[in-house]
Protein backbone atom coordinates (compact mmCIF):
# COMPACT_ATOMS: atom_id res chain seq x y z
CA UNK A 1 0.00 0.00 0.00
CA UNK A 2 1.79 2.69 -1.10
CA UNK A 3 2.76 5.82 1.61
CA UNK A 4 2.39 2.93 4.32
CA UNK A 5 6.24 1.47 6.12
CA UNK A 6 4.34 -1.93 5.83
CA UNK A 7 4.51 -4.70 3.64
CA UNK A 8 2.12 -5.92 1.84
CA UNK A 9 2.31 -9.48 3.50
CA UNK A 10 1.66 -7.07 7.16
CA UNK A 11 -1.29 -5.38 5.57
CA UNK A 12 -2.75 -8.89 4.69
CA UNK A 13 -2.27 -10.59 8.12
CA UNK A 14 -3.71 -7.04 9.65
CA UNK A 15 -6.58 -7.34 7.39
CA UNK A 16 -7.19 -10.54 7.63
CA UNK A 17 -6.09 -12.82 10.58
CA UNK A 18 -5.00 -15.73 10.86
CA UNK A 19 -6.27 -18.21 13.58
CA UNK A 20 -7.80 -15.71 16.04
CA UNK A 21 -9.60 -17.04 18.85
CA UNK A 22 -9.27 -19.54 21.30
CA UNK A 23 -8.71 -23.26 21.90
CA UNK A 24 -10.77 -24.53 24.69
CA UNK A 25 -8.60 -27.82 25.34
CA UNK A 26 -5.15 -25.79 24.60
CA UNK A 27 -2.12 -27.46 25.90
CA UNK A 28 -0.74 -24.25 26.54
CA UNK A 29 -1.52 -20.63 26.98
CA UNK A 30 0.56 -17.83 27.22
CA UNK A 31 -0.21 -14.17 28.10
CA UNK A 32 2.26 -11.13 27.71
CA UNK A 33 2.18 -7.48 27.60
CA UNK A 34 3.75 -4.63 26.64
CA UNK A 35 3.68 -2.25 29.69
CA UNK A 36 4.88 0.81 27.29
CA UNK A 37 2.39 0.65 24.64
CA UNK A 38 0.36 -1.59 26.96
CA UNK A 39 -0.96 -3.99 23.99
CA UNK A 40 -1.64 -7.73 25.24
CA UNK A 41 -1.10 -10.82 23.28
CA UNK A 42 -2.95 -14.49 24.28
CA UNK A 43 -1.54 -17.05 22.45
CA UNK A 44 -2.92 -20.74 22.60
CA UNK A 45 -1.11 -24.20 21.51
CA UNK A 46 -2.48 -27.72 21.24
CA UNK A 47 0.39 -30.10 21.46
CA UNK A 48 0.18 -33.59 20.34
CA UNK A 49 2.80 -36.26 20.62
CA UNK A 50 5.48 -33.12 20.85
CA UNK A 51 3.82 -31.49 17.60
CA UNK A 52 2.13 -28.53 17.73
CA UNK A 53 -1.41 -29.55 15.74
CA UNK A 54 -2.78 -25.89 16.39
CA UNK A 55 -2.25 -22.21 17.57
CA UNK A 56 -4.76 -19.30 18.03
CA UNK A 57 -4.50 -15.72 19.61
CA UNK A 58 -6.20 -12.75 20.71
CA UNK A 59 -4.39 -9.47 20.80
CA UNK A 60 -5.86 -6.28 22.04
CA UNK A 61 -2.74 -4.48 20.01
CA UNK A 62 -1.40 -2.26 16.89
CA UNK A 63 -1.79 -3.90 13.40
CA UNK A 64 1.85 -5.08 13.52
CA UNK A 65 1.02 -7.25 17.27
CA UNK A 66 -2.20 -8.64 15.40
CA UNK A 67 0.54 -9.22 12.10
CA UNK A 68 3.15 -10.48 14.05
CA UNK A 69 0.84 -13.02 16.00
CA UNK A 70 -0.87 -14.59 13.10
CA UNK A 71 2.14 -15.18 11.29
CA UNK A 72 3.97 -17.08 14.57
CA UNK A 73 0.75 -19.19 14.66
CA UNK A 74 1.22 -19.97 11.03
CA UNK A 75 4.69 -20.95 11.69
CA UNK A 76 4.14 -22.98 14.89
CA UNK A 77 2.11 -25.37 13.16
CA UNK A 78 3.34 -28.83 12.21
CA UNK A 79 6.71 -27.67 14.21
CA UNK A 80 7.57 -30.06 17.29
CA UNK A 81 7.99 -27.78 20.77
CA UNK A 82 11.75 -27.75 20.26
CA UNK A 83 11.48 -26.60 16.73
CA UNK A 84 8.95 -23.33 17.74
CA UNK A 85 11.33 -22.45 20.56
CA UNK A 86 13.78 -21.76 17.97
CA UNK A 87 11.35 -19.41 16.26
CA UNK A 88 12.51 -15.30 17.08
CA UNK A 89 11.27 -12.40 16.64
CA UNK A 90 12.89 -11.42 13.45
CA UNK A 91 12.31 -14.57 11.90
CA UNK A 92 8.68 -13.48 12.35
CA UNK A 93 9.20 -9.87 11.28
CA UNK A 94 11.36 -11.76 8.46
CA UNK A 95 8.11 -13.85 7.49
CA UNK A 96 6.01 -10.56 7.18
CA UNK A 97 8.36 -9.02 4.88
CA UNK A 98 10.24 -6.79 7.31
CA UNK A 99 8.54 -4.18 10.03
CA UNK A 100 9.41 -0.43 9.85
CA UNK A 101 12.58 -0.71 13.14
CA UNK A 102 10.06 1.45 15.43
CA UNK A 103 8.01 -1.87 14.88
CA UNK A 104 10.04 -4.55 15.83
CA UNK A 105 9.30 -4.91 19.49
CA UNK A 106 5.60 -5.82 18.41
CA UNK A 107 7.31 -8.96 16.98
CA UNK A 108 8.74 -9.28 20.50
CA UNK A 109 5.30 -9.52 21.60
CA UNK A 110 4.75 -12.51 19.29
CA UNK A 111 7.74 -14.56 20.30
CA UNK A 112 7.07 -13.85 23.95
CA UNK A 113 3.67 -14.54 23.80
CA UNK A 114 4.67 -18.15 22.31
CA UNK A 115 7.03 -19.23 24.67
CA UNK A 116 5.23 -18.12 27.80
CA UNK A 117 2.60 -20.76 25.71
CA UNK A 118 5.48 -23.35 25.41
CA UNK A 119 6.36 -22.55 28.72
CA UNK A 120 2.93 -23.40 30.13
CA UNK A 121 3.02 -26.32 28.13
CA UNK A 122 6.20 -27.56 29.94
CA UNK A 123 4.62 -26.98 33.36
CA UNK A 124 1.49 -29.16 32.30
CA UNK A 125 3.70 -31.68 31.43
CA UNK A 126 6.12 -31.85 34.55
CA UNK A 127 9.02 -30.12 32.81
CA UNK A 128 10.98 -27.41 33.61
CA UNK A 129 9.99 -23.73 31.72
CA UNK A 130 12.53 -21.81 33.28
CA UNK A 131 15.49 -21.98 30.42
CA UNK A 132 12.97 -20.17 28.29
CA UNK A 133 9.94 -18.23 29.90
CA UNK A 134 10.01 -15.14 28.88
CA UNK A 135 11.80 -12.50 30.49
CA UNK A 136 10.02 -9.84 32.67
CA UNK A 137 11.81 -6.77 31.16
CA UNK A 138 11.01 -3.09 30.62
CA UNK A 139 10.79 -2.22 27.02
CA UNK A 140 13.73 -2.39 25.29
CA UNK A 141 15.17 -1.88 22.06
CA UNK A 142 17.57 -3.89 21.78
CA UNK A 143 19.65 -3.80 17.97
CA UNK A 144 19.53 -7.63 17.46
CA UNK A 145 15.45 -6.31 17.61
S1 LIG B 1 2.73 -0.84 19.64
FE1 LIG B 1 2.46 -2.27 21.21
S2 LIG B 1 2.89 -4.17 20.33
FE2 LIG B 1 2.92 -2.77 18.68
Request: charged fraction near 25%; aromatic fraction near 6%.
Given at each position: ?????????????????????????????????????????????????????????????????????????????????????????????????????????????????????????YKK????P????????????????
Amino acid sequence: MAGLPYSEKVMDHFMHPRNVGEIPDASGIGTVGNPVCGDIMKMFIKVENEVIVDAKFKTFGCGAAISTSSMVTEMVKGKTVEEALKISNKAVAEALGGLPPIKMHCSVLAEEALRSALADYYKKTGRDPSAFEPKEKPHEHHEEH
